[in-house]
């Protein structure tokens, strides 16, 4: 099983940027794909974006493409979500888990929620406009 804290959420002004960072401890992380994830208040939990075991691959739903940035670092055991030119709508509990499944690579279909487990806790972005 591992462990993962998320951490850099914050408040911030539109057009702003943070850096949010998932720390894992336990089984080997570099074995496993990362992803992130948001809830916003009333909405269902939806995929914002996820790196593949080796950083080889990333995947980014289109409301992010071009603003969020997933990277990791594996001798660190650390991933790492750039969010930058935040708009208000991005305002939510972003998430990281992993994947369930060892050295998985998404081919035909985007990464989805049920593909992940190993939950953190979570780390509240606001923006404000």
């Known amino acids: 099983q591992v462990q993962l804290v998320e951490s850099g959420g914050g408040l911030v002004q539109a057009g702003g940027s943070l850096r949010l960072s998932c720390a894992a401890s336990?089984?080997?992380?570099?074995?496993?794909?990362i992803g992130w994830f948001r809830q916003a208040p009333r909405k269902e939990r939806e995929f914002v974006a996820a790196?593949?075991?080796?950083?080889?691959?990333?995947y980014y739903a289109d409301s992010v493409k071009g603003r969020f940035t997933i990277s990791r670092d594996n001798p660190k055991n650390t991933v790492y979500l750039h969010v930058n030119s935040l708009k208000p709508e991005d305002t939510a509990d972003y998430y990281c888990?992993?994947?369930?499944?060892?050295?998985?690579?998404?081919?035909?279909?985007?990464?989805?929620?049920?593909?992940?487990?190993?939950w953190g806790q979570g780390t509240q972005v606001t923006v404000s406009s």
């Open positions: 336990g089984r080997t992380f570099s074995n496993y794909a």
């Open positions: 888990a992993a994947d369930t499944i060892q050295y998985r690579l998404w081919v035909s279909r985007a990464p989805g929620l049920e593909d992940f487990g190993s």
């Open positions: 790196i593949t075991w080796d950083g080889g691959k990333t």
